[in-house]
């Protein structure tokens, strides 16, 4: 069974950071292909960046060049770095893992940007 744990969600003001991270027990992290989506009431999950597990990386227009993915295998940990933070990040961010038709999913953390 694959539990994904995410922390960092919080306030910030716009133009702030935050730093998500996603720690995951119970299986070869290595082996797995990471990312994160987000929600917002009435809206679908919609991804925002994902990690391959050989590193290859991908990310929504919308964040390209203010958000980072990273892992690190040795600490099973996926993070996102968020920078410049616009009204519009706010979300319920949620840290996935995937192999083949297989997906799981973190609890989520809330992200909100707001003056």
């Known amino acids: 069974q694959v539990q994904l744990v995410e922390s960092g969600g919080g306030l910030v003001q716009p133009g702030g950071s935050l730093r998500l991270s996603c720690t995951a027990a119970g299986y070869f992290f290595r082996l797995y292909d990471m990312g994160w989506y987000r929600q917002v009431p009435g809206d679908e999950r919609a991804l925002v960046a994902s990690i391959t597990r050989d590193g290859a990386t991908n990310y929504a227009g919308s964040v390209k060049g203010r958000f980072t993915i990273s892992r690190d295998n040795a600490k099973n940990t996926v993070s996102l770095q968020m920078n410049s933070l616009k009204f519009e990040d706010t979300a319920v961010y949620y840290c996935?893992?995937?192999?083949?038709?297989?997906?799981?999913w973190g609890q989520g953390t809330q992200v909100t940007v707001s003056s």
């Open positions: 996935y893992a995937e192999i083949g038709s297989q997906i799981y």
